[in-house]
């Protein structure tokens, strides 16, 4: 593999950077990765376990020299870093991040960006419940989605940056800014805050013990729970972040509740059938093109069935 970039930044040492991390010393497609984390006991870890070819104690001496600096830390933490290291960018470097949501942080990074530096935002679709430095792995990207914000950067920054995660295993897709913060509200944002108040619910009913909850829990609640252990700082960011999109979804989605929850009232088994046999075909599709690669093989079944 060839190298992208000859000096890679991470600032932020959690589950996409450390992933980001091993992925690009398997691709071997940057010379020198220099990271940094806000906190000691961060970097002591990321020290140990060998994050980073060179792990700094400021932000400003891990950006310095460095050709793509890659903001890894959440979304409302990212005008800040800027603050902090946009003097000592070099120039023509790149600065990207990997925030969840796109509109806020360009809004907070681009305008303390220099001149003859460019902002590329990256949003890789891939992740896990954990957190911190010791949650990635190297296959973490591999045949996901990383959607590209280029908002206006050069088509050669873009071009150089969607190269860089292909090789780290993902497939790039380009994307407007709102129609970005959109699409993450449906696939992503809400169904986590969905997860979240399903849980919470599972944890207030006092009449099922929190004993019934562990014992019974099947895989349906089992991947809420998953869901729900995600890391709350992220998380409260994102929602305060992408606050119309996901007002938005969340009340289309309430909307659909009450339908369903009329047609549970008055019985009507039609309508309950016809919306479960539509959210199926959603599902079917999402495995025959491939995009669940943890269902098992007997879930590899026609949508046209
Ligand atoms: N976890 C996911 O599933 C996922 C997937 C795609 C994108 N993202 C996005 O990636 C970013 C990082 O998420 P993560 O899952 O790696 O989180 P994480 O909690 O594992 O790591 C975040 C890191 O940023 C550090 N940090 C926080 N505030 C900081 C600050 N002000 N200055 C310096 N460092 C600071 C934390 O100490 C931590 O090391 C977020 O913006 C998130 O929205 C997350
Ligand atoms: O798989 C998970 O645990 C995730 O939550 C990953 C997930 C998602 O919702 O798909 C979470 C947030 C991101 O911004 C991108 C990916």
Known sequence: MTKVYDRVALIGLGLIASSMFWAIKRAGVAGEVTGFARSQETRDT???IGLCDRVCDSAIEAVEEADLVVLCVPVGAMGAVTAEIA????????????GSVKRSVIEAVRPQIPEGVNFVGAHPMAGTEHSGPESGFAT????RWCLIVPDGASEEATERLERFWQALGANCERMEVEHHDLVCAVV???????????????????????QEVIKYSAAGFRDFTRIAA????MWRDVFL?????????????????????????TGDGDELFDYFTRTRAI?????????????????????TE
């Open 46 to 48: 990321a020290r140990r």
């Open 87 to 98: 003097p000592h960018l070099k120039q023509g470097a790149t600065v990207s991040d990997v």
């Open 140 to 143: 973490l990207f591999d045949n």
């Open 188 to 210: 992503s944002h809400i169904p986590h805050l969905i997860a979240y108040t399903m849980v919470g619910v599972a944890d207030d009913l006092s009449r099922v013990s929190d």
């Open 230 to 233: 995600s890391d709350p700082t």
């Open 241 to 265: 972040t992408n606050k119309e999109a996901t007002l938005e979804i969340l009340g289309r989605f309430t909307e659909e509740l009450f339908a369903l929850q009329r047609a549970i009232r």
């Open 283 to 303: 599902r079917r599709g999402i495995i025959e093109a491939g995009q669940d690669t943890e269902a098992p093989d007997f879930g590899r079944v026609k949508a």
